[in-house]
């Protein structure tokens, strides 16, 4: 396996830092499939995925149970966004090819409705 020094570069930076610091790097670039954020704990919060497979690019906000997601569909270049819950409860939010929003919900029993103007 090769690491290109610039990466490795940033691992150090990375393990050395102080967990309250940050800093900016300017007009570098970090290119990973998918990158996780953890908490204090080491939980995950945050999943930056840039797609592939069946999987669409875009953002996962994990809380202690439900998630959000932003993403933007590969087949059609639609964005949408969804909230789901343990429960099985959940929210779409997105847009027909034609640019007519939808509001997608689901509840516990996994009832299906559609809103549309």
């Excluded at 691992?11 to 954020?37: C, H, K, M, N």
């Excluded at 919060?45 to 840039?50: H, I, K, N, R, W």
């Excluded at 999987?55 to 996962?60: F, L, N, Y």
């Amino acid at each position: 396996m090769r690491i290109h020094r610039r990466l490795l570069s940033y691992l150090r930076l990375f393990a050395t830092a102080e967990p309250t610091g940050g800093g900016v790097l300017e007009q570098d670039t970090i290119r990973a499939r998918s990158i996780e954020l953890v908490n204090e704990r080491g939980e995950l919060a945050m999943t930056l995925d840039g797609g592939g497979g069946d999987r669409d690019p875009g953002i996962v906000i994990y809380g202690p149970a439900p998630a959000v997601t932003l993403l933007v569909r590969r087949e059609n270049g639609m964005p949408y966004i969804m909230a789901n819950t343990a429960a099985g409860t959940a929210i779409q939010l997105t847009f027909l090819l034609h640019g007519t929003p939808v509001v997608n919900l689901r509840d516990q029993d996994g009832n299906d409705r559609t809103i549309t103007p």
